[in-house]
Nanobody, 119 residues
């Protein structure tokens, strides 16, 4: 059974930082691309950024470029999202997701962790 478990969310003031973690189990983690998504109240879930299976390539949505960084540790079956210079508009539930490196769609999802940025 595949499980993705996010942690590290919370309440932070604007300008602050948070580091989200996602621990994976039940899948060959080092063969999977990992993504971080977020869903703000009343809005659709959107991709924040992603990292490929080996960790050599990352992509980010324009609104977080230069502030967020994704990394992974395949030895620990974990992926991370370092969020700096947080803004009120970053408030959302953050999800990690996994897809095979040969697939187009993310098929495994975590339960999400709330990030709230106070202005």
């Amino acid at each position: 059974q595949v499980q993705l478990v996010e942690s590290g969310g919370g309440l932070v003031q604007a300008g602050g930082s948070l580091r989200l973690s996602c621990a994976a189990s039940g899948l060959p983690f080092s063969s999977y691309d990992m993504g971080w998504f977020r869903q703000a109240p009343g809005k659709e879930r959107v991709l924040v950024g992603a990292i490929n299976w080996i960790g050599g390539s990352t992509v980010y949505v324009d609104s977080v470029k230069g502030r967020f960084a994704i990394s992974r540790d395949n030895a620990k079956n974990s992926v991370y999202l370092q969020m700096n210079s947080l803004k009120a508009e970053d408030t959302a539930v953050y999800y990690c997701a996994a897809k095979s490196s040969r697939a187009s769609n993310y098929v495994y999802w975590g339960q999400g962790t709330q990030v709230t940025v106070s202005s």
